[in-house]
């Protein structure tokens, strides 16, 4: 088991960089609200393309390329982020099996 819950490895993948994205988006959104008039969406977006610009260190910072897949790679983690939400809004309820259709004839 790892040392610390999040690393540079762990948020290198589409889930630890779409979880860091809903965590920081969850808890920052309402001062955002008050201060900016920013959809949440986009709010995502930036985040996650922030939190992915992190992660390219040892990129060269003045290749614009990183920015462009940077923000790019934000919308697909805004797009996952934004499942997790509403996954933890309105979590799937289980099918019924088949036994218990059966039951209820």
Known sequence: MPDSLFTFDALATLAGASLLTYLVVQYTKALVDRVLSLPTDLYAVFIGALVLAQLAT????????????????????????????????????????????????
């Open 58 to 105: 040892g990129a060269d910072p003045a290749d614009w390329r990183v920015y462009v897949l940077s923000v790019a790679n934000g919308f697909l983690v805004a797009a996952t982020a934004g499942k997790l939400n509403d996954a933890a809004l309105k979590p799937p309820k289980p099918k019924p099996s088949v036994d218990d259709s059966e039951a209820g004839m």
